[in-house]
């Protein structure tokens, strides 16, 4: 999905008002991703998945993290993601169709707590920009 | 079928009691179109979708929006038999809108994405695997 320079300017926007409540939302994503689909907790079975777990706030912030650094780097997203997407590949191995869910819920989650800025047109740049980063973390799976 | 226990129907007759059928249908199918363009295949005799604003205050969208949330709203009445209530419905997407299945499932959860941008604060984190299970995608535990 080739992001246009207003998908950008939406992108970095949305993302600075997020500010410090990155790890929070990134937590609030992972509890609805294993709420919603409890598939994905096939992957963490070794976490604490109940409500408030720092297991889960530990992962949300580390989730948050990256996505941080993939906003800062819309033009060269597999460089900067290399060693990510390598974990996801060679290490982590999570089936492919999870990022989709999480990225649904990260948008369900954005869209809770920053209503006002989840325009249409909003809501498109940052479903395009989740589904990138999706393709880069799962591009060397084979 | 979809299984509600009795405190599972009364959260979302509560729930559903705050939608306005109308608006919500008009924005969920408006941003179905607008986040994922390609949908708009369906839709060539709706005008004017060239733009995000286009889409959503194009009369069409809302009239057709309202019309799928009017039959979501069907749906909620009769859980025990959702597939015999949305069997007509289902031959006509099928047998001649020959629509793919796939775009129920990005308009289910465009639907929970609108709700939660309406109602999230009213909507607890816990209910959130019965939204996905009522109108979104979801997967069999």
């Not at chain 1, 939302?25 to 991703?33: C, F, I, K, P």
């Not at chain 2, 941008?117 to 909507?123: L, M, P, W």
Request: glycine share 8%; charged share 20%; hydrophobic share 40%.
């Amino acid at each position: 999905m080739v992001l246009s320079p207003a998908d950008k300017t939406s992108i970095k926007t949305a993302w600075e008002k997020i500010g410090s409540h990155g790890g929070e939302y990134g937590a609030e994503a992972l509890e609805r991703v294993f709420l919603g689909f409890p598939t994905t907790k096939t992957y963490f079975p070794h976490f604490d998945l109940t409500h408030g777990s720092e297991q889960i706030e530990t992962h949300g912030k580390k989730v948050s993290e990256a996505l941080t650094k993939a906003v800062g780097h819309l033009d060269d997203q597999p460089g900067a993601l290399s060693a990510l997407s390598g974990l996801h590949a060679h290490k982590l191995r999570v089936d492919p169709v999870n990022f989709k869910l999480l990225s649904h819920c990260l948008l369900v989650t954005l869209a809770n707590h920053h209503p006002s800025e989840f325009t249409p047109a909003g809501h498109v740049s940052l479903d395009k920009s989740l589904a990138n980063v999706s393709t880069v973390l799962t591009s060397k799976y084979r | 079928m979809v299984h509600l226990s009795s405190e599972e129907k009364s959260a979302v007759t509560a729930l559903w009691g705050k939608v306005n059928v109308e608006e919500v249908g008009g924005e969920a199918l408006g941003r179905l179109l607008v986040v994922y363009p390609w949908t708009q295949r369906f839709f060539e005799s709706f005008g004017d979708l060239s733009s995000a604003h286009a889409v959503m205050s194009n009369p069409k969208v809302k009239a057709h929006g309202k019309k799928v949330l009017a039959a979501f709203s069907e749906g909620l009445n009769h859980l025990d038999n959702l597939k015999g209530t949305f069997a007509k419905l289902s031959e006509l997407h099928c047998d001649k809108l020959h629509v793919d299945p796939e775009n129920f499932r990005l308009l289910g959860n465009v639907l929970v994405v609108v709700l939660s941008h309406h109602f999230g604060s009213q909507i607890p984190l816990r209910s959130f695997s019965l939204c996905q299970k009522l109108w979104g995608h979801h997967e069999a535990p």
